[in-house]
């Protein structure tokens, strides 16, 4: 915005903005070299400094440690678990390592410099990245001695023609080399996951008012298959009492309404014998 009105509230130059006294003429000379308001004011929104208040301070500051623990968060996992860390716990070995936010650093570039931090004290590493990449068949031996160099995981491989596809995980400290790899080789590389965390989803049916819906249940890749199996006993006996339920309730209806007599006038069912000649004497 070029405009100083529409930057400006006022052009008006103070010594005291807080008391209100406006600044004079020769105090503006010898400090800017002019007393021309608009000049003072654009040399001070270029050059000055921005004032915040202590606890607008304060909360700017807390987000942003926030923010760089959800970095982390989203950045990283324990190597022992393959899972990563809370965002409770990030920001608790965050506090170990007495690490102070610079309000002048972006969120992600504290967060990068801190995760190499943690990794000296902590048990903590960067999560692997998913790529694919497609070379000529005759670099597949090149390939496989730069993956055990790189301890890269391959999901999947294809040979289709001349070239071959490989689907594979990769720390993120290899990005470079890889990428360096595949322009020698006149190939292509895929990003298809910046961030992998070895989760799976279960899918249950969940019932509601009588309709299927999805419920998603997270399950590490760590767990045992007797856990799994408990999640998949427990969800198919929530269907079965809620089915349950549900019958049990259209019975009870129907007997419930058996009971009762059906005027044939206003088609309503009006209760046992006595109320149904309560319900005529009134009409």
Request: glycine share 4%; net charge negative.
């Amino acid at each position: 915005e070029k405009d100083l009105d529409e930057v400006l509230q006022s052009q008006t130059v103070y010594s005291n903005v807080s008391k209100g006294v406006l600044a004079k003429s020769k105090d503006l000379i010898k400090a800017f070299g002019t007393d021309d308001a608009e000049k003072i004011c654009l040399e001070i929104l270029n050059k000055g400094e921005l004032q915040i208040a202590g606890k607008e301070r304060d909360s700017q500051l807390s987000n942003q440690f926030r923010d760089i623990a959800k970095i982390i968060m989203d950045k990283t996992i324990n190597p022992e678990t393959e899972r990563p860390y809370t965002i409770n716990m990030i920001e608790s070995l965050m506090h170990e390592v007495h690490f102070a936010v610079d309000p002048h650093k972006n969120s992600k570039q504290q967060a990068l410099d801190l995760i190499r931090e943690l990794q000296k004290h902590f048990p903590i590493k960067r999560s692997p990245m998913k790529l694919r990449l497609v070379i000529p068949e005759s670099q597949d031996d090149n390939l496989l001695k730069k993956f055990e160099a790189w301890n890269a995981s391959i999901e999947s491989k294809e040979v289709s023609g001349n070239q071959i596809s490989v689907v594979f995980q990769m720390e993120p400290a290899y990005f470079r080399d890889c990428d360096a790899l595949v322009r020698e080789c006149k190939g292509r590389l895929e990003l298809m996951s910046v961030s992998i965390h070895k989760e799976e989803y279960l899918r249950i049916g969940e019932y509601d008012g009588g309709e299927a819906s999805t419920k998603v249940i997270h399950i590490s890749e760590t767990d045992t298959s007797e856990s799994k199996s408990q999640v998949t006993e427990l969800a198919v006996n929530m269907q079965n009492i809620t089915v349950q339920e549900a019958a049990s309730g259209s019975a009870g209806t129907t007997q419930e309404e058996k009971r009762q007599q059906r005027c044939t006038t206003c088609n309503a069912f009006v209760g046992e014998a006595k109320q149904y000649r309560d319900h005529f004497k009134t009409n």
